[in-house]
């Protein structure tokens, strides 16, 4: 049977060492995941549970390492905001995943951008409305090449970071995330049966601000690598 439009595009990250593409099916990302992001935010992180919402795959840009990206200001904010975030790829899927299982369904890791229109965000945070306008727009997932769990290090104290124009503005390391990697999995798995292709945007440390047309972003995940995109 053939097509009756021009079916979408497939989306693939590169694997890092030219080892093939990764293929994208769904895009998950935590909220909330480190104690002081979720301060500056206005919440209490001891008491919030996890939770997540979602980005169309086809909002993936991919960042090739030492180039500069450039990806569009979005329409309909005067606010956008970077979240600079540790991407997991799943490998093998899974529903009611344990947490001493979780980590064996993880094929590699990625260095993220979850960019964020703050001021429609907090429109639908007012209303109690979904967060699409604020975080699912096109455009709004940059990321870097996968390395896979195999040619990673232990990523569980990673350092990550963001310079805007230079500037340091988010810096901390993996290990402050409140919900582990393994225990996100897990939690995530028993709303979602995970499946290969799946990506989880495991949160973002403290630092998160504007970024305004023309500025460059710079990204680091120790391990993994680097991510550089310019707002035009
Ligand atoms: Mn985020």
């Known amino acids: 049977m053939s097509f009756v439009i021009a079916a979408p595009d497939a989306v693939t990250i590169p694997v890092k ?13 935590i909220g909330r995941n480190y104690a002081a992001h979720a301060r500056e935010m206005g919440h ?9 919402f979602c980005k169309p795959a086809d909002a993936i840009r991919v960042a090739v390492q030492d180039q500069t990206l450039d990806i569009p200001y ?49 429109d639908m945070k007012d209303l109690a409305r979904p967060w699409e306008l604020g ?15 195999t040619d990673a290090p232990d990523m569980s104290d990673a350092a990550i970071s963001l ?35 799946d990506l989880l945007f495991t949160g973002t440390p403290e630092g998160v601000g504007p970024a305004e047309r023309g500025d460059v972003l710079d990204a680091a995940l120790a391990g993994v690598g680097t991510l550089s995109i310019r707002l035009v």
Request: aromatic letters at 10%; hydrophobic letters at 35%.
């Open 74 to 122: 979005p329409p309909q904010t005067s606010d956008l905001h970077y979240e600079v975030e540790m991407v997991v790829a799943i490998g093998k899927g899974g529903a009611n995943i344990a947490v001493s299982d979780a980590m064996e369904h993880v094929w590699g890791y990625a260095l993220g951008l979850d960019l964020t229109r703050r001021d429609r965000q907090q």
């Open 17 to 29: 060492g030219n080892k093939g593409v990764f293929p994208v099916r769904r895009v998950y990302c």
């Open 163 to 197: 310079q805007r124009n230079g500037q340091p503005r988010q810096q901390g390391t993996t290990s402050q995330m409140i919900w582990t990697v393994a225990e996100s999995i897990s939690y995530l798995s028993a709303y979602f049966r995970l499946k290969p292709g």
């Open 44 to 52: 209490d992180p001891d008491r919030d549970p996890p939770f997540f």
């Open 135 to 149: 975080k699912a727009f096109d455009a709004s997932a940059p990321i870097g090449a996968l390395v896979p769990v």
